[in-house]
């Protein structure tokens, strides 16, 4: 592919550093995108992603589905001359973890429900 033809992204993490930038071509889909910033998650964060599930990429203001390719999600390629696209890379924990989390704190409650009749 030539090298013209590749999309320079950079991922803004949550205290303000970033990943990149990093060259990918258009065809390359979100979920790919996310795998390389789990690998390339500085290590000293505190929050840090075990997945590529944990990651929510955001682009102009939309978070960006898997199946996309980086062509589809219509950024704006065509203002920025040879620029560098920033994507807000966001650590969200999976949903079934934090159901799980949630059902341990969630034991039965009893409640007691008296009422009076003057």
């Known amino acids: 592919m030539p090298e013209e033809d590749l999309v320079e992204l950079k991922f803004r993490l949550y205290d303000g550093s970033d990943i990149g930038p990093l060259r990918y071509s ?18 000293d964060k505190k929050i840090a992603p075990k997945s590529a599930n944990d990651v929510k990429l955001i682009c102009a203001g939309k978070i960006l589905e898997n199946s996309k390719t980086v062509g589809q999600c219509n950024m704006p390629f065509g203002e920025l001359a040879k620029g560098v696209i920033t994507m807000h890379a966001v650590v969200q924990p999976s949903l079934a973890k934090a159901k799980a989390e949630k059902k341990v704190d969630e034991l039965p409650k009893k409640s007691i429900c008296s009422c009076a009749i003057l």
Do not use: D, G, I, S
Request: zero cysteines; hydrophobic letters at 50%; aromatic letters at 6%.
């Open 26 to 43: 258009p065809a390359a889909t979100v979920a790919m995108l996310k795998e390389r910033v789990v690998t390339e998650w500085p290590k």
